[in-house]
């Protein structure tokens, strides 16, 4: 038997003691639990930690696997509504991680700065938990590249495009704070020079970007 909307939300209302009504009385009841949802025109801005967890792929010149460790770290992004369901997303964060050879041992530690933008679907954008797709393009800037010493002396990563797919949820909290759960994958090569080119190595680094935090709507 199809329950209809009223009786959904009286059955809400019971459980939860919340006032919940369909969704021609959803505005009055969101009213009342404090949350207006999302719309066209808001901004979002949440502070994640992020955990990027390389799955990477790559072999050296000489021979070999090449091994890069996970790191975690604040992440700030923002999010611009272009409708209700709609939206824009841009990442900013730093990371910083060891790199290594079952050859040559250590190759140091780089850092990444990978601003990566993205276009979402929100599915229930007037609802507490709201769930939402996306789909972007990454741009990874290495820097602060150490080698490790002794046999080798210097070391290169090529900034390169990539890809992201995406997947997360906000969950209103009251007022126009949410939490946030949200999960990346970014299609992601580096060329590696090594001692000047002496050695080389082509890295797929594939990372994935699990986040969770709090994000404030204006």
């Not at 939300?9 to 009504?21: D, I």
């Not at 999302?38 to 979002?44: L, P, Q, R």
């Not at 890809?163 to 949820?169: C, N, R, T």
């Amino acid at each position: 038997m199809k329950i209809s909307t009223k009786s959904r939300a009286t059955a809400a209302a019971l459980a939860l003691g919340v006032a919940v009504a369909g969704l021609a009385a959803a505005p009055q009841a969101q009213a009342q639990e404090g949350f207006s949802g999302k719309s066209a025109g808001d901004i979002m801005v949440r502070a994640r930690l992020i955990g990027v967890i390389p799955d990477e792929d790559a072999t050296t010149s000489i021979g070999g696997n090449v091994g890069v460790d996970n790191d975690w770290v604040p992440e700030v992004d923002f999010t611009y509504f272009v409708t209700d369901n709609v939206a824009l997303e841009l990442i900013a964060a730093t990371t910083r991680h060891d790199v290594s050879s079952t050859v040559a041992g250590s190759l140091g530690k780089v850092s990444l700065l990978p601003p990566t933008l993205t276009l979402q679907y929100h599915f229930l954008p007037k609802e507490r938990v709201s769930p939402y797709l996306g789909a972007g393009v990454n741009y990874t800037i290495f820097y602060n590249e150490d080698a490790p010493g002794g046999a080798i002396t210097s070391i290169d990563y090529d900034d390169s495009f990539g890809w992201a797919l995406q997947a997360g949820v906000d969950v209103a909290m009251g007022g126009n704070w949410y939490a946030n759960l949200d999960v990346k994958k970014i299609f992601l090569s580096t060329d590696v020079s090594i001692n000047g080119g002496a050695v080389t190595a082509d890295v797929d680094l594939d990372p994935w970007v699990v986040g969770f935090g709090v994000g404030y709507k204006f």
